[in-house]
Every structure is written in structure tokens, then in C-alpha cells.
């Protein structure tokens, strides 16, 4: 599957794949490549070569638990390391995902925010079927038996009563070809659909987890940044006497648009940037939150891409619809870790240590920074401690190997918190107005969603390939894709019924979060289905169940959502709220209780949710996916708005956005429905259901509808 040759390893290749690539994967003494995935040591521990990055998301150890188990190997001797950046890793369903926008080509190496492990399964399976073939055919030349009479388990390759450890056939096994049937195992998965314990958590409770800022290298200084708080905006001056003044100093270095400094350490670095009080270019007229507004109600008045429609809408909407019209703001990933990245340039070769999402985009950036090829770029990628969809952005990799060639020195940089949150490429505010014919008992026999927005995966595709923030906004200008307004499926039988994208160019740098453009859009829908069925008198839970004959997956959750929460009927002072969303083959519906506090704040007290998200491959896994979801989508939809203030962000500290605190936790109850269909992923589609759900519980508390995101902040 790998040229590796040059290692020692197998030199073995797929007609699917190409044959030779590099970097090739290293070995340590005693390892052995069986492929592209699995590594063997003598003594008989198993490394994982994983192509995701860990974010947060449990996936390395779901790849773990998938190679393993096709492999037969014994869990306790299991390891993983990152595989190394090249597009033997490819991710195919985040590259058609990306397709959308023009990327160059669906074999790109990725970490989407919620990993398709339906259709890397497989990619995996095969791989550890393959290693488990030549660990069987080596066996079987020692006792003089054909390698489909073998079989493993528990870390020993066994045929009847003999039985022979990994570790002593493994060397034999990386010289030999592999057969041209493998089989994938029919019984004996022991390891799949168990609550292993994650690989990476260890570490992280321990401390010895290595992150980004933690790297420490022989002669490294510490580097902090200032960079201008718009897209366009240019470095105009700063005072380098006063900045090298502060005790530490180690340099200066700047960009057109950004200034950092290093030190000895990252405060004085820090404390030297205040010192050269930078001043950036002016910031445009129109960065305010009144002209955003009026750029969006323009954009929602002119002509519109159709995305997705079943049916001919525009006529079954018959000339007097019900409208309503809806809008979100920006919203932040506020990833705990802020971008941090480490690189020391060794003659022609830069050496990179960051999380990242796209690595043969932040390889490149760093490339294109000083002049090198991409190949000459050696980018180790760490664990993150979160992201959301912020660490798609690789503006950091050419920042720090633009510092390690012009100080000439190891450096790491680290953006501070506020830097982190001005420069986020936030989900992007939008504008929506929904029409729908309401027929008799408060039936839904049209409904027409129309949303203007900027084409914020356009903009991140364009940044990862090199432009700047400014320059993807013009890219994106004018540009439309279902991705900027929708990203689940229709769950309900609406006999026609059609998504409408309005290209919106907005002055503000925007990009991929967490649950999609589905963040707003199922906020709109959910929100609009509960007004209808409270104008029309009818119980919520009984409108959406009679749309959901078409989807008995989605009506099992809702059902069950139901008793589990013990809905009363939505009536007016129950403060009770529903809300369904599907995706990718996943379903959930929550239930809400909510109110507002004297204050008119959301106080949010309970959230019970019913998922079914196919087979689990691990059960711990998924339940902690959906409900970081859940949490994710009640932080994003009780926040504190983000406004311009002079063209910067604000806020821009973390106990400024209001976040939930572990005292305003509400209760959560959660269950994950038993399910034989495909795997499905996780980690996206809990959040858009939950803001729906708590505005809904909201009017059943006190009759007023928020038709806007966040809750109470418009």
C-alpha cells in the first residue's frame, strides 16, 4: 500500500492507489510495515498509523478500535501515532464535500468535524485485513500450512492447537507479497460496538499530552502576534526601540497585515508587541452591525440559486403564503487551545509542529511563506484541544515558518486569546425568510425557505489554498452551494418544499463550525413548523409526528423524546419545546425546558434527547459526541451576540461570551437508540436541534417568540 522500500518496510501497493509516495512511514527498531495503516514490533505491541487528526472527537480511537479488530489483535498492546501527511490518507467524503467549492481534487488529505466512519471503515478494515493475511502467511510457512488455514486472535496467529505471537512472525511477514483474495472476518469481532477506553485520554488527565505549545526545542525562542482585526487590513506602523527595550527580546517580524515579536519567553513577547504599540490600516465603513444587517435584507431581496426542492414549490405556494421572517449572527468556534504552531528550519528543510485539519493545506502555506516546496516541509500533526472547524485555517503555518527563516532559530508561536478570537472565521450571520401554504388542521402543504448568506466554505477552501481573507471573500462573492444553507436532510413528508441560497458578500471573514449551515437553517425550520402549530391550535409534537411517515427512524426518537420528557403538549406556561433534525443518515429529536429569568436572560433547565445514529463502534464514543453536541448547541444558542465595534469583534475574552458555566448546567438526558443500519457521524448533527428546541420552550413559557440567533440577543 506503501512505497516504503527505502525504510525497510513493505513495498506493496493496490491498483486503486498509487504505488509509491512520499514521506514514507518511519519505523523504530524492531517495528515492521504490514500497511498503510499498522505497524508491528517484535515484541509485539501494534501502532496505529491514524490519518485524522484527534480533536477532541474520540476518532483515533474508533480507528484504533476498527483496525484491531480486523486484525485480531490484543487491545492492551494497541498504540497509535498520526500517519504522515500524504494522500494515501485521503479522506473521500470530506473531499466530494469540498468538491462543491472547487477544490482541486477529492483525494485530500482531512479531518471533517464529524468523521464518516461509514465509508472509512471499510478503507480501514481492508488495510488490517491485509496486515492479518501476511501475519497468517508467515505463520503458515512455519508449519508448512496454506495462510486462509490461519486465523488471529488476541495478538497469536492460531491454526488449531498452534499458536504463534505477532511479534515473532512480524519481520518475516513485511518481506512476503500479499495473496490476491483477502477476506474481511465473517464472525469474531470481539472489539467491535465495545465501550473501549480512549487511547488519548491518559495523557490528557496525566498532563504528558504533547500539544502544540509545548514543544520545546534547543535554542527556541517564544512569539506572540498582532494582526490587523479585518480582512484587507495592513500593519501601519509600530515603535521597535520601545519593544526592544523589554527584557527577553529576541526580534521583530512582520507581514503586511501582522507584527509578532519573540522572547526568551511568550509573556515578554507578549508584553513586547504592547510595547510597539502597533497600528493597523483603517478599518471600512462597513464593518457595523447596521450595515451587515442591511447587506444581508438586500441580498434576501434579490434573485436565488435553488439548492435542494422536491416538487414544484413556487406554485403550490398559491399567492398568499404565510411568511416569517428569521436572521442568526455571527457565531464563534472559541476552540480551548488557542492557534499555536512550532518550526525550526534546518538548511532547506522546515520542520512543523501544529493541529491541523488540512495538512497538505498548512504545509503548503508554510512552503509558500519562504520559498520552499511542499515536500520540503516536514509537518507533525499534534492532538488539538478542540476546534469546531477552526483548525481548517493554516494562516498560522506560514506566520511561524516565516519567523523560524527570518530569526533563523527555533521558534513557537502562540496566538494570544484575544488574537484567537478577533481572527476567528466565525459561522456567518444570515438573513432568512420562510413561506409556507398552511392547509386544513395546520398542515404544511408548501414551504419555500430562502437564506442569504455568504459562501463560507468557498471562503475556507480558497483560504487553505492560499489566498488571503480579503481576497476569499471576493472569491466567494456571488457564489452559492447548498453547504452555505443547508447540511441534513429534509426529515419531513412536505409535499413540496425547496431551500433557496441568496449569495450575500459580507466584510467579514467567515468559515466552517460545527453543525454546518444547519446551525441556522434547522433553527429557522423547527422555529417556523412550532408557530404553525400553535397558530393553528395543534400540539407541536402531533404536527411534526403526522410529517414523519416517510421517516420512521427520525418518529421513533421523536416518540420516545417525548415520554422520556414527559411532554404535556407545548401549552401555553409548560415551557416545554421540541425539535428534530437528521443528517447523514443520523436522526435526533430534543426536548427543552426553558423560561426567561427576571433579567429576560434564558435560563435553560433540562434537555432530554433520543438519537439513533446507526451501529455504534463504540457505544462510550458516540454518547459523549452527541452530547457535546447538545452542550455545543446550548452554548451557541444562549451566548452573548458578537457585534462590531469599530470594525473589531467583541468580545474578545471568554468570560465576556457567556458561556454556560458547570453551575447552569440543566439537566441532560440523553439515550442512543439501538440500531443495525451503517454507521453514521457523530459529531455534528446533535447541535442544530438544540437551539429550536429551547426558543420553542421559551414561547410555551411566556409567549414570546425569538426569531433571531443568539437567543435574546437581538
Excluded at 191 to 208: M, N, T
Excluded at 221 to 242: C, N, Q, T, Y
Excluded at 472 to 501: C, F, K, Q, R
Excluded at 563 to 584: D, F, M, N
Aim: overall charge negative; hydrophobic content about 45%.
Amino acid at each position: 500500500m506503501i512505497g516504503a522500500a527505502a525504510t525497510g518496510g513493505l513495498a506493496l501497493a493496490w491498483s486503486l492507489w498509487p504505488r509509491a509516495y512520499a514521506p514514507a512511514i518511519n519505523t523504530a527498531p524492531g517495528e515492521h510495515i504490514l500497511s498503510a495503516y499498522l505497524k508491528v514490533g517484535t515484541d509485539g505491541h501494534v501502532t496505529v498509523l491514524a490519518p485524522q487528526a484527534e480533536l477532541g472527537q474520540g476518532n483515533v480511537t474508533l480507528i484504533a478500535q476498527i483496525l484491531a479488530d480486523e486484525l485480531g489483535a490484543d487491545w492492551r498492546t494497541v498504540a497509535v501515532e498520526a500517519a504522515p501527511v500524504n494522500q494515501l490518507y485521503s479522506n473521500p467524503s470530506l473531499g466530494t464535500a469540498w468538491r462543491e467549492s472547487l477544490w482541486s481534487s477529492v483525494q485530500m488529505q482531512g479531518t471533517d468535524e464529524a468523521v464518516d466512519f461509514g465509508s472509512l471503515e471499510a478503507v480501514l478494515r481492508h488495510s488490517a485485513a491485509a496486515a492479518r493475511a501476511l501475519l497468517c502467511k508467515a505463520a503458515g510457512k512455519r508449519w508448512n500450512a496454506s495462510w486462509d488455514a490461519c486465523t488471529t486472535e488476541n495478538g497469536f496467529v492460531i491454526r488449531g492447537n498452534d499458536k504463534v505471537r505477532f511479534g515473532e512472525v512480524a519481520e518475516e511477514a513485511a518481506t512476503l507479497s500479499l495473496p490476491d483474495d483477502i477476506p474481511l472476518r465473517r464472525d469474531k469481532h470481539p472489539l467491535s460496538g465495545e465501550r473501549l477506553p480512549r487511547l488519548d485520554v491518559p495523557a490528557k488527565l496525566d498532563g504528558s499530552v504533547t500539544y502544540a505549545a509545548d514543544i520545546r526545542l534547543a535554542d527556541m525562542v517564544f512569539a506572540s502576534i498582532r494582526m490587523a482585526p479585518w480582512a484587507g487590513g495592513e500593519l501601519a506602523s509600530h515603535d521597535a526601540k520601545a519593544a526592544k527595550a523589554v527584557p527577553g527580546y529576541a526580534g521583530i517580524v512582520t507581514g503586511s497585515s501582522w507584527i509578532a515579536a519573540a522572547a526568551n519567553n511568550w509573556w515578554a513577547a507578549d508584553r513586547a508587541l504592547d510595547a510597539a504599540k502597533p497600528r493597523f490600516s483603517a478599518a471600512p465603513a462597513d464593518l457595523s452591525d447596521k450595515a451587515i444587517k442591511a447587506a444581508l435584507d438586500a441580498a434576501l431581496g434579490e434573485s436565488a440559486s435553488r439548492e435542494a426542492h422536491f416538487e414544484d414549490v413556487d406554485d403550490a405556494l398559491g399567492d398568499r403564503p404565510v411568511e416569517r421572517l428569521y436572521a442568526a449572527g455571527f457565531a464563534p468556534h472559541v476552540a480551548l487551545e488557542p492557534m499555536a504552531a512550532t518550526a525550526t528550519l534546518d538548511g532547506q528543510q522546515l520542520r512543523l509542529w501544529m493541529p491541523a485539519q488540512l495538512p497538505e493545506a498548512a504545509r503548503a502555506a508554510a512552503a509558500r511563506a519562504i520559498g520552499l516546496n511542499a515536500e520540503d516541509v516536514v509537518l507533525h500533526v499534534l492532538q488539538g484541544g478542540g476546534s469546531f472547524g477552526r483548525r481548517y485555517e493554516v494562516e498560522i503555518a506560514a506566520q511561524v515558518a516565516t519567523l523560524a527563516h527570518t530569526l533563523n532559530r527555533p521558534v513557537q508561536l502562540t496566538w494570544p486569546r484575544s488574537e484567537d478570537m478577533a481572527q476567528d472565521r466565525l459561522r456567518p450571520a444570515v438573513a432568512a425568510k420562510i413561506a409556507a401554504k398552511i392547509g386544513a388542521g395546520g398542515r404544511i402543504e408548501a414551504l419555500r425557505m430562502a437564506i442569504a448568506a455568504p459562501h463560507a466554505l468557498e471562503q475556507t477552501r480558497a483560504r487553505a489554498s492560499g489566498e488571503t481573507a480579503a481576497d476569499a471573500i471576493d472569491s466567494a462573492s456571488g457564489e452559492t452551494g447548498l453547504s452555505a444553507v443547508w447540511s441534513g436532510t429534509m426529515p419531513y413528508a412536505i409535499p413540496a418544499w425547496a431551500i433557496d441560497h441568496h449569495a450575500a458578500t459580507l466584510p467579514v471573514a467567515t468559515g466552517l463550525l460545527r453543525g454546518g449551515a444547519s446551525g441556522y437553517a434547522a433553527f429557522f425550520l423547527e422555529s417556523f413548523i412550532d408557530e404553525m402549530a400553535r397558530g393553528s391550535g395543534i400540539d407541536p409534537f402531533s404536527i411534526r409526528m403526522g410529517m414523519l411517515s416517510g421517516n420512521p427512524r427520525l418518529a421513533l426518537c421523536l416518540s420516545r423524546v417525548a415520554t422520556r420528557g414527559a411532554w404535556v403538549g407545548g401549552a401555553q406556561g409548560t415551557g416545554q419545546g421540541l425539535a428534530c433534525y437528521s443528517a447523514g443518515g443520523s436522526n435526533i429529536a430534543v426536548l427543552a425546558e426553558a423560561r426567561l429569568d427576571d433579567a429576560q436572560h434564558v435560563q435553560v433547565t433540562k434537555l432530554v434527547a433520543v438519537a439513533d445514529v446507526g451501529r455504534m463502534i463504540n457505544p462510550e464514543i458516540a454518547l459523549q459526541q452527541v452530547e457535546s453536541g447538545l452542550l455545543h448547541g446550548l452554548a451557541l444558542a444562549t451566548m452573548a451576540p458578537l457585534r462590531l465595534d469599530k470594525g473589531h469583534i467583541k468580545p474578545d475574552r471568554l468570560g465576556a461570551l457567556n458561556w454556560p458555566r458547570l453551575a447552569q448546567m440543566p439537566d441532560i438526558s440523553l439515550e442512543l437508540v439501538a440500531s443495525a443500519e451503517p454507521s453514521t457521524p457523530l459529531g455534528e448533527f446533535a447541535l442544530p436541534a438544540v437551539a429550536p428546541a429551547i426558543a420553542n420552550a421559551i414561547t410555551s413559557a411566556s409567549g414570546q417568540r425569538f426569531r433571531s440567533l443568539p437567543l435574546g440577543g437581538a
